[in-house]
């Protein structure tokens, strides 16, 4: 069954350990997906800002991330966008994106 969208998106605790969660696992999925430079590998620094918008299966996070090239030692801003369906216990990296490179 499609999640459906049920809420307002409303603005996330970027200290919440769920939420720090799921910036390490965008990270993560980013990193294996092959998507990035073949050269690079992200680390998160932090959670900038956020928000979430439940759906009926879970909540879907819109995330302002930092994260650093353990290569280069650069450290740039992401745009995060993570499905999360709590009552399957699944994530789904749908969005990552550096928001200025």
Known sequence: MASTTTKQAKPINVNDPNVIDVAKFAVDAYNRKGIRIPESKLR???????ESQYVIDGANYNLTLSAIDVFIHKSNDYEAIVLELSVHHLRNLTSFKPINA
């Open 44 to 50: 998160l620094e932090k959670v900038n800002k956020g």
